[in-house]
T-cell receptor, first 116, second 111 residues
């Protein structure tokens, strides 16, 4: 199956700094990638849909200036958490599909962000 | 929009027993229903899926059933093993490619 790689897997940063998380499709091209946030023992909350070559589509309630998404190539999307605060600490996961429309989502391994 | 409800939130079974997790959805336009398994500290992985033109699908110890009329679908795991212990998520997808996830079921298989 297709592989989606996420980096870093864990990151600890100080309050006020920015953190970038990368999501790469290793063996396929993904025009669309999805970013989720997951709280402990909770479901996946879709934050935004990342579209290659255009602006990301953010879900209601997600601050686009806080969570910057860039999808500069068909294999890479990045999520930057700007001016991070302790409440931004969470598990962030990305996913992508092989084809547009419905079908299996391939998830990254997730990135655990801890803001001190 | 779509609303997916998943039950139970936790499930504990003895090794060798069967486990059943149920989901309901609200949007009749949803046509793809995957089930994902998530192990601790990892991203979810697809274990089985079903499309709206099929009523049942089986893959070894795992099966999924879909009732379009009632808008519910279920995951069945037979002969459970300790390595089946994980969090399981159902999802409902529309043609637009948007997935709505259930809240997850934590399955514990006791040896």
């Amino acid at each position: 199956g297709a592989v989606v790689s996420q980096h870093p897997s864990r990151v600890i940063c100080k309050s006020g700094t920015s953190v970038k998380i990368e999501c790469r499709s290793l063996d396929f091209q993904a025009t669309t990638m999805f970013w989720y946030r997951q709280f402990p023992k909770k479901s996946l909350m879709l934050m935004a849909t990342s579209n290659e070559g255009s602006k990301a589509t953010y879900e209601q309630g997600v601050e686009k200036d806080k969570f910057l998404i860039n999808h500069a190539s068909l294999t890479l999307s990045t999520l930057t958490v700007t001016s991070a605060h302790p409440e931004d600490s969470s598990f962030y996961i990305c996913s992508a599909r092989l084809l547009a429309g419905t079908g299996e989502l391939f998830f990254g391994e997730g990135s655990r962000l801890t803001v001190l | 929009g779509e609303n997916v409800e998943q039950h139970p939130s936790t499930l504990s079974v003895q090794e060798g027993d069967s486990a059943v997790i149920k989901c309901t959805y609200s949007d009749s336009a949803s046509n793809y229903f995957p089930w994902y398994k998530q192990e601790l500290g990892k991203g979810p992985q697809l274990i089985i899926d079903i499309r709206s033109n099929v009523g049942e699908k089986k893959d070894q110890r795992i099966a999924v059933t879909l009732n379009k009329t009632a808008k519910h679908f279920s995951l069945h795991i037979t002969e459970t093993q300790p390595e089946d212990s994980a969090v399981y998520f159902c999802a409902a997808d529309t043609n637009a490619g948007k997935s709505t996830f259930g809240d997850g079921t934590t399955l514990t298989v006791k040896p």
